[in-house]
């Protein structure tokens, strides 16, 4: 994701009540959001890769429309290779599943339907501040092999950007990643504009400015990446999304629909809570914590709609709204039964999404700092655990025409 400016935090004394250590001391950082706004890497507990169910079953909700749209898109016969364009990958094993399934399913068709089966090239984008490192070493042993599935590449950059050379594409999927904004607002970073969003760490709830700012931004970067992607896919290719979303009939400042839903996601009541916890133990000061945001916005059917429809360039063949939950019942009931392993489980997965950005706000010791708190929260309200979250998603396919 692109971003102009992360607004720095403003210094900090070393705190009065967290030692005087250079450990602790007041961690300042400027710099552009892309460099720095990533899924965490590696393998442990704390990974993006091992608290990835979320996206898993949004993509297994939306496989079969998947797998409809590829049954039906246009071959290209003649063509030497085909090229598919993973953007947003970060580095689960979401991304490779879904690459073998377009590989294996067109390989299928082209065996079925054409004279022969051509190569195939698999292009894996994030930003520059992804781990590829893993994700590559994720990848199955291809190369040498008597099958070899396909062809992988990594692409550093923001998909809000260009990132291939014109018509160089047949299929393009993102999942579970475009509802990552460029950049976070700069009126809700200015405190004296009426954006200013006090108090908060996302928008779920806020007021009337703060949510128009970031509908804004959404807007122009939901935009910006389809006229990116109308350059870069060719004629009778496929583009695939899967991101966050809310209901149509919600306005904005409702970002995730049910009023339980709202209380217990990751980004709203125990986040504020967290940040509340080391204002009031004098570990930040109210600037530090009211200039973190959450670069995130649920975009409705219709936001997508109209982004499509000002874009032009593509034919909307599946544009849907659906809701999945948080996770199983049986994980519900062993959580109930060990609340501290649900607020070390919340709290992992806030790591696993925000935690490269929160280090960069305050810096890995009082980074930590807010994610204790964030688990005692969470494992705290236990009147919770007895209700269920879904989280929503929109899935479009759409047709370069």
Same mark, same amino acid.
């Given at each position: 994701?692109?971003?102009?400016?992360?607004?720095?935090?403003?210094?900090?004394?070393?705190?009065?009540?967290?030692?005087?250590?250079?450990?602790?001391?007041?961690?300042?950082?400027?710099?552009?959001?892309?460099?720095?706004?990533?899924?965490?890497?590696?393998?442990?507990?704390?990974?993006?890769?091992?608290?990835?169910?979320?996206?898993?079953?949004?993509?297994?909700?939306?496989?079969?429309?998947?797998?409809?749209?590829?049954?039906?898109?246009?071959?290209?016969?003649?063509?030497?290779?085909?090229?598919?364009a993973d953007l947003g990958c970060a580095t689960g094993y979401n991304?490779?599943?879904?690459?073998?399934?377009?590989?294996?399913?067109?390989?299928?068709?082209?065996?079925?339907?054409?004279?022969?089966?051509?190569?195939?090239?698999?292009?894996?984008?994030?930003?520059?501040?992804?781990?590829?490192?893993?994700?590559?070493?994720?990848?199955?042993?291809?190369?040498?092999?008597?099958?070899?599935?396909?062809?992988?590449?990594?692409?550093?950059?923001?998909?809000?950007?260009?990132?291939?050379?014109?018509?160089?594409?047949?299929?393009?999927?993102?999942?579970?990643?475009?509802?990552?904004?460029?950049?976070?607002?700069?009126?809700?970073?200015?405190?004296?504009?009426?954006a200013w969003n006090k108090g908060r760490a996302w928008i779920d709830?806020?007021?009337?400015?703060?949510?128009? !700012? &970031?509908?804004?931004?959404?807007? =122009?970067?939901?935009?910006? /990446?389809? $006229? %990116?992607?109308?350059? #870069? +896919?060719?004629?009778?290719?496929?583009?695939?999304?899967?991101?966050?979303?809310?209901?149509?009939?919600?306005?904005?400042?409702?970002?995730?629909?049910?009023?339980?839903?709202?209380?217990?996601?990751?980004?709203?009541?125990?986040?504020?809570?967290?940040?509340?916890?080391?204002?009031?133990?004098?570990?930040?000061?109210?600037?530090?914590?009211?200039?973190?945001?959450?670069? !995130? &916005?649920?975009?409705?059917?219709? =936001?997508?709609?109209?982004? /499509?429809? $000002? %874009?032009?360039?593509? #034919? +909307?063949?599946?544009?849907?709204?659906?809701?999945?939950?948080?996770?199983?019942?049986?994980?519900?009931?062993?959580?109930?039964?060990?609340?501290?392993?649900?607020?070390?489980?919340?709290?992992?997965?806030?790591?696993?999404?925000?935690?490269?950005?929160?280090?960069?706000?305050?810096?890995p010791k009082l980074s930590e700092e807010l994610f204790k708190r964030?688990?005692?929260?969470?494992?705290?309200?236990?009147?919770?655990?007895?209700?269920?979250?879904?989280?929503?998603?929109?899935?479009?396919?759409?047709?370069?025409?």
């Amino acid at each position: 994701m692109d971003s102009q400016r992360l607004m720095p935090a403003s210094s900090i004394k070393e705190s009065r009540d967290f030692k005087n250590t250079k450990e602790c001391r007041s961690w300042s950082w400027t710099g552009d959001l892309h460099r720095i706004l990533c899924m965490q890497g590696g393998e442990d507990d704390v990974s993006y890769a091992k608290n990835s169910d979320g996206p898993a079953a949004a993509l297994g909700l939306s496989k079969p429309l998947l797998m409809e749209a590829i049954q039906s898109m246009k071959l290209f016969k003649g063509e030497a290779s085909l090229r598919i364009a993973d953007l947003g990958c970060a580095t689960g094993y979401n991304t490779l599943t879904t690459v073998e399934l377009l590989v294996d399913r067109l390989s299928e068709r082209y065996y079925e339907e054409c004279d022969g089966v051509p190569e195939f090239e698999a292009f894996f984008s994030d930003l520059p501040s992804n781990d590829f490192n893993t994700l590559f070493r994720s990848l199955p042993t291809l190369y040498g092999s008597t099958r070899q599935h396909y062809y992988a590449a990594g692409v550093p950059g923001s998909f809000y950007h260009r990132l291939f050379p014109k018509r160089k594409l047949h299929i393009a999927v993102s999942l579970s990643a475009l509802h990552w904004l460029s950049q976070i607002p700069k009126p809700v970073l200015d405190n004296t504009s009426l954006a200013w969003n006090k108090g908060r760490a996302w928008i779920d709830g806020a007021k009337e400015e703060v949510v128009e !700012a &970031y509908a804004k931004q959404s807007e =122009e970067d939901l935009i910006s /990446f389809l $006229q %990116c992607r109308r350059e #870069e +896919i060719v004629e009778g290719g496929i583009l695939f999304i899967l991101m966050a979303g809310r209901p149509g009939s919600l306005h904005p400042e409702h970002q995730l629909g049910d009023p339980d839903s709202r209380a217990k996601h990751p980004f709203t009541s125990s986040m504020d809570q967290a940040w509340e916890d080391l204002l009031n133990e004098g570990l930040v000061d109210e600037e530090r914590r009211d200039t973190f945001n959450i670069p !995130a &916005y649920m975009r409705s059917p219709d =936001e997508v709609r109209k982004a /499509f429809e $000002q %874009c032009t360039g593509f #034919e +909307i063949r599946t544009l849907e709204y659906r809701k999945i939950v948080e996770h199983s019942k049986e994980k519900q009931e062993e959580w109930i039964k060990d609340p501290v392993s649900y607020g070390r489980a919340k709290a992992n997965l806030v790591r696993a999404s925000l935690k490269p950005i929160i280090e960069a706000h305050l810096g890995p010791k009082l980074s930590e700092e807010l994610f204790k708190r964030y688990e005692k929260r969470a494992s705290g309200d236990t009147e919770m655990l007895h209700k269920t979250c879904f989280y929503g998603v929109i899935i479009v396919c759409a047709v370069r025409i």
